[in-house]
């Protein structure tokens, strides 16, 4: 299991790795779903908090992942049986969703976490074997990511409440800092145009799952409703959102934007805002969907927020992740700009109309003004 070449031309995301990912659509199904019911019925603190510990797990176990496989992948026999353990963890913690947003029981969920760090342990154990001046770094790796599991293991013991969400908080916080403590001598080389096509894969994922969760919703609610024209409406202006978001995600050069250790920290880590909140707007199309139905009794400024809210998380993380420092003063302004309309679009009162439009004309002002160019760049990699 020898380092990657982080300048391999043509370099692209395996079969196992796009299997790897199937198994996430399921996990982020469910926590979308979970969070969907949540906020339909006005529960908002224990669905935000409880969506935003399940997707962490999720998030997580993913990046981890993706940066041991751009560094190490063998796709050898034993790489492959790893990965799918790993896989049957992700099944695990999805399958314990529901009964951590209705119950705050995490067990099952923290099993299914635990089974698939213990076997990236395993993945970073094997590359130290053969990584040579690495071999500290794949080691600290190992061991970090050991002791933090047995950090969750004790998260089970804490009651449901504050107390555990604090202790989450700095269990997450503390799992987070293992790449930092484990390649702050040495950095393991990463692809950088791989890495950025399984984040962009990943965002497939979630725009996806919008789509998927909000045509059915819409199919359920045929029945529910006399007039088919909001039905229709809802659904010509998902599509539109869900385009632009595609589009304003793809627009710049990502590849550039993890040109050193702390700016892949920082692409990495945003992402999981990026994620969390487009998995989240199809939860709430489905919430704007039960207040037309009659299924739920929120207020249409409040059902509107859970679709503008994360809108705007996505464009502002998007932005200053990947178009900021590839983008002229104009885009630059109109994008958080974009931004902090929709935010303030349920005020109005056609809300989800206006968020469409606003979007639709940030995409503009991109087809108009496109990255800014630079200079010949670096080879591809740290």
């Known amino acids: 299991m020898l380092p990657r070449d982080p300048a391999q031309p043509h370099r692209t995301a395996s079969t ?19 969070l969907h019911h ?11 908090t409880s969506y935003a510990m399940v997707f962490f797990a999720i ?11 751009t560094s190490f992948d063998t796709d050898d026999w034993l790489y492959r049986v790893t990965t799918f353990v790993q896989m049957g963890g992700v099944l695990i913690l999805a399958a314990g969703v529901p009964r951590a947003f209705d119950e705050g029981d995490f067990t099952v969920p923290v099993i299914g976490y635990v089974v698939m760090r213990v076997a990236m342990v395993a993945q970073w154990l094997r590359a130290s074997r053969s990584a040579g001046a690495l071999r500290s770094a794949t080691r600290r790796y190992a061991a970090g990511i050991a002791g933090v599991q ?24 503390i799992e987070i800092s293992v790449p930092v403590f484990a390649e702050y001598r040495r950095q393991t080389p990463w692809h950088r145009h791989h890495i950025t096509e399984r984040y962009g894969l990943f965002t497939l994922i979630v725009l996806g799952e919008s789509l998927l969760a909000s ?13 088919l024209g909001p039905l229709i409406a809802i659904s010509v202006l998902t599509l539109v ?17 993890i040109t050193s250790f702390r700016r892949s920290l920082r692409y990495g880590y945003t992402h999981y805002f990026v994620f969390a909140a487009a998995a989240a707007f199809s939860a709430g199309i489905e919430v704007e969907l039960d ?12 059902a509107s927020f859970t679709v503008t809210v994360p809108i705007a998380v996505f464009l502002l993380g998007v932005w200053w992740i990947a178009i900021k420092e590839n983008a002229d003063r104009v885009v630059n302004t109109v994008v958080p700009t974009g931004a902090a309309l929709v935010l303030l679009d349920p005020v109005l009162p056609v809300p989800v109309t206006l968020t469409a439009l606003i979007l639709a004309a ?21």
């Open 215 to 227: 045509a059915n919703a819409i199919i359920d609610a045929l029945d529910e409703v006399e007039a």
């Open 38 to 48: 949540a906020l339909s019925h006005g529960d908002f603190v224990h669905g935000i």
């Open 150 to 173: 047995v950090l969750w293991v004790l998260f089970l013991l804490i009651p449901t409440g504050p107390a555990q969400l604090v202790a989450f908080v700095v269990f997450a916080l």
């Open 241 to 257: 959102v869900t385009a632009s978001l595609w589009w304003i995600y793809f627009w710049p050069p990502h590849h550039r934007a």
């Open 16 to 34: 196992l790795e796009l299997f790897f990912d199937l198994v996430f659509v399921v996990a982020v199904s469910i926590a979308s779903s979970q």
């Open 59 to 69: 998030w997580w176990a993913w990046m981890n992942f993706t940066w041991f496989a």
């Open 362 to 382: 940030v995409v503009v002002v991109l087809v108009l003004r496109p990255p800014v160019t630079r200079e010949a760049e670096a080879p591809v990699g740290t």
């Open 291 to 302: 207040v037309l139905t009659g299924e739920s009794h929120l207020s249409g400024m409040a």
